[in-house]
């Protein structure tokens, strides 16, 4: 059974930094493409960054361009996003996601086959 488990978040001034990272149970990872969404209070879940196994392909959502970094260690099986220059508009809840028996990297919600349970982050202004 595919587990995948976040954690790293936190509570943290505007303009500081968190790094998440999520770990993956039960998959041969590195043949997995990964992505972070997050969902804050009230909205739809939103697509944050994405990577392709090798991690020689990365999206990002507009809004965090130039501030969040993904990144993958295939040897410890965990994904990782570096959050700079946090914004309030950053708070969410932030899930980390693997597509199934697929390497590429790809902004599709409906693309992902499994979930982790979700970390909260909360940047106050």
């Known amino acids: 059974q595919v587990q995948l488990v976040e954690s790293g978040g936190g509570l943290v001034q505007a303009g500081g930094s968190l790094r998440l990272s999520c770990a993956a149970v039960g998959v041969t990872f590195s043949r997995y493409g990964m ?29 965090v361009k130039g501030r969040f970094s993904i990144s993958r ?8 996003l570096q959050m700079n220059s ?14 199934e028996f697929t390497a590429t ?5 409906s693309a992902y086959r499994y979930w982790g349970q979700g970390t909260q982050v909360t940047v106050s202004s």
């Open 35 to 63: 992505g972070w969404f997050r969902q804050a209070p009230g909205k739809e879940r939103e697509f944050v960054a994405a990577l392709s196994w090798s991690g020689s392909t990365t999206y990002y959502q507009d809004s």
């Open 105 to 109: 990297a790809t902004m599709r919600e």
């Open 86 to 99: 946090l914004k309030a508009e950053d708070t969410a809840v932030y899930y980390c996601a693997a597509r």
């Open 73 to 80: 260690d295939n040897a410890k099986n965990t994904v990782y």
